[in-house]
């Protein structure tokens, strides 16, 4: 059996990366620095109803702090999954031998999602004052899958949400022409964050290789529900009616926006073809994943 060692060996490289290669959002970001009102939070094309009449409708400086209140809603979903996945991790770790490796990474992914959580906060405070989402229905079954998912259904869960963020702030730190504080916060997550992807990725792929028949149809409903979840709170509806839109208009507009289908697309791109190759998109739930919109028709 070389699969103890080999986990072993990804823990070890990844603590020793997150030794060389950490923030400390108080300190690393300037929160008293002034949000300038003419920059964009996430790039226009980007923006759920961009190239849809509505947004075309909306004055520059709506459709500025629709941007903004579009990341405040992805943030205040990001708490919500991260404090999920931190229970989910305390409660592998809680399972788990100490002194392995394995099991002092998962405690220092807890850590730097600790700081992630924090960091959002304070963000959310900073960009709009208070969360936009997720709804009551997710916040309460957030609250069953934290306590109750087990480690491969958590992993995998991760590992969804994570390429989702990741695929968003690669391109929020890349683009100057954006607001810093949006940029800075997307470049902490994202550098943090691709240690964790591989850590989920890699436990994700050792865990399928056992899964029985009935372990797998049941890991791809699961995580369909879960992936379905999680887009739909990506961008709350009530994100909409702080520009004065009517929020389920809006949010039917957005959904059936040709840009937004395929943004999101790709942002899971890397997720998908994973979940692909590990056969976890099949049966039951391929329906949700085709009706969160997130697969090629
Ligand atoms: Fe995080
Ligand atoms: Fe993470």
């Known amino acids: ?26 300190v690393d970001i300037d929160w008293s620095a002034p949000i300038p009102a003419d920059r964009y939070a996430k790039p226009p094309q980007r923006c759920s109803l961009y190239g849809t009449r509505m947004w075309e409708e909306l004055t520059e400086p709506e459709r500025i702090r629709l941007s903004q209140q579009e990341v405040v809603s992805s943030v205040s979903s990001g ?36 700081r992630h959580s924090t960091m959002f906060g304070k963000a959310i405070a900073k960009m709009y004052g208070k969360p936009i989402g ?9 609250r069953v899958f934290g306590a109750l998912a087990g480690p491969t259904l958590i992993f995998a869960g991760a590992l969804f949400v994570e390429e989702l963020a990741d695929g968003m702030q690669r ?30 990725k890699d436990e994700l792929v050792r865990a ?37 839109l009517d929020p389920r208009v809006a949010w039917q507009v957005a959904k059936d926006n040709p840009h937004w289908q ?4 790709q942002w ?3 997720a998908v073809a994973l979940f692909e190759e590990l056969d976890l998109i099949d049966g039951p739930g391929r329906r949700l994943w085709l009706a969160a919109g997130l697969l090629e028709r």
């Open 79 to 114: 708490i919500w999954f991260e404090l999920i996945l931190m229970q989910g991790l305390v409660r592998h770790v809680y399972n788990s031998d100490p002194t392995s490796e394995h099991a002092q990474y998962a405690l220092t992914e807890i850590a730097d999602e600790c």
């Open 262 to 265: 395929a943004t999101k697309i």
């Open 208 to 244: 399928c290789a056992g899964l029985s028949r009935f372990q797998r149809a049941n890991l791809k409903l699961w995580l369909a529900a879960m992936a379905y979840t999680a887009t739909q709170e990506f961008i709350h509806p009530k994100t909409y009616a702080t520009v004065g």
């Open 268 to 270: 899971v791109r890397k």
């Open 1 to 26: 059996m070389t699969t103890a060692p080999d986990r072993e060996r990804v823990a070890q490289r990844l603590q020793r990366s997150s030794a060389r290669n950490s923030y400390d959002p108080e």
């Open 134 to 142: 997720p709804s009551r229905v997710s916040r309460r079954a957030g």
């Open 171 to 200: 391109e929020i730190m890349r683009d100057d022409t954006l607001q810093p504080l949006s940029r800075m916060v997307s470049r902490i997550h994202v550098t943090e964050e691709a240690r964790h992807i591989s850590y989920a």
